[in-house]
């Protein structure tokens, strides 16, 4: 079992930034490809970033291309997700996931955090 708790998430204007924090806890041998989703009200979870276990590889949706920056400190078992120039159409609750597949589907992901809320006002 694998343990992901979010953190980071919160309020800010458009054009401001968050950094959001994902740290792994149980069997950490298994975070080998860890990815970050969001689901706005009404909305699918959908795809924002991946990252494979080494960091070399990663991969951004188009809309935060340019923008969210993900990485991995492997050491302290944790991933961020740097956001910058934050949309109001970025608001949505952030979930982190790792999985055994780089992949972008939520499927592919076997365990999940709780979320944690990105708000961005106008």
């Known amino acids: 079992q694998v343990q992901l708790v979010e953190s980071g998430g919160g309020l800010v204007q458009a054009g401001g930034s968050l950094r959001l924090s994902c740290a792994a806890s149980?069997?950490?041998?298994?975070?080998?490809?860890m990815g970050w989703f969001r689901q706005a009200p009404g909305k699918e979870r959908e795809f924002v970033a991946r990252i494979s276990w080494s960091g070399s590889s990663t991969s951004y949706a188009d809309s935060v291309k340019g923008r969210f920056t993900i990485s991995r400190d492997n050491a302290k078992n944790t991933v961020y997700l740097q956001m910058k120039i934050l949309k109001p159409e970025d608001t949505a609750i952030y979930y982190c996931?790792?999985?055994?597949?780089?992949?972008?589907?939520?499927?592919?992901?076997?365990?999940w955090g709780q979320g944690t809320q990105v708000t961005v006002s106008a």
């Open positions: 149980g069997r950490t041998s298994s975070t080998y490809f």
């Open positions: 996931a790792t999985g055994r597949y780089y992949s972008v589907s939520p499927d592919d992901y076997d365990y």
